[in-house]
């Protein structure tokens, strides 16, 4: 089966504008992650759904930073007025449970601020 | 307390040779211990993982060995191939509403041929 998916793939955005990133997680998983990466480090949490809940923000750096699922499925991390330390890449993680801790990434979106 | 430690930053490994990589951990609470590959412009994928109420647990060529005295735990890639070669991060997750991962630094593997 298909494994998760993100979009875009890449994203340049000028300082000040507002940016959404798209998470196809596997069908049927229940949990839902948001990761950052900066470079040359590991991955570091954003924030977590349990089907459509929001049950952890604790790790969404400011509140420029917004996660939903309205129906379970589908996610949408939208950063506005994105700042040159939002440069990274960010990765969604899905997990057929909840409190599985059994991941699986998606590709990431790259999103370079000018 | 948060905080998973991993070393060494970087490894070169001969072709055949075995790949060694340790994390530390502090908090007890931890009950889950994954290890991450990730090649260059892709996501970190699933190699292996392992609990506490077992010592060490083998697929294949990657063994993870795990010592809860001591909070420790490592990877070994036997019989390591230039195919191997990528970003190897351990993770520690534990139970309760989340269980996100708390992922170590990163090591950079090499395998020469």
């Known amino acids: 089966g298909a494994g998760v998916s993100q979009s875009p793939r890449y994203k340049v955005a000028k300082r000040g504008q507002d940016v959404a990133l798209r998470c196809d997680p596997i069908?049927?998983?229940?949990?839902l992650f948001w990761y950052q990466q900066a470079l040359g480090q590991g991955p570091e949490f954003l924030t977590y759904f349990q089907n459509e809940a929001q049950l952890d923000k604790s790790g969404l750096p400011s509140d420029r930073f917004f996660a939903e699922r309205p129906e379970g499925s589908v996610s949408t991390l939208k950063i506005q007025r994105t700042q040159q330390e939002d440069s990274a890449v960010y990765l969604c993680?899905?997990?057929?449970?909840?409190?599985?801790?059994?991941?699986?990434f998606g590709p990431g979106t790259r999103l370079t601020v000018t | 307390q948060q905080q998973v430690k991993q070393s060494p930053q970087s490894l070169i490994v001969q072709k055949g040779g075995i790949s060694i990589i340790n994390c530390a951990y502090e908090n007890t609470a931890f009950d889950y211990f994954p290890w991450y590959q990730q090649f260059p412009g892709k996501g970190p994928a699933l190699l292996i993982a392992i609990r506490p109420d077992v010592s060490e647990k083998k697929e294949g060529r990657f063994t993870i060995s795990f010592n809860k005295s001591a909070k420790q735990f490592s990877l070994h890639i036997m019989d390591s191939q230039p195919g191997d070669s990528a970003t190897y991060f351990c993770a520690a997750s534990w139970g309760g509403a989340t269980n996100k991962l708390i992922f170590g630094t990163g090591t950079l593997l090499a395998v020469q041929p």
């Open positions: 993680a899905s997990s057929p449970r909840a409190g599985s801790g059994e991941q699986y």
């Open positions: 069908s049927g998983h229940v949990s």
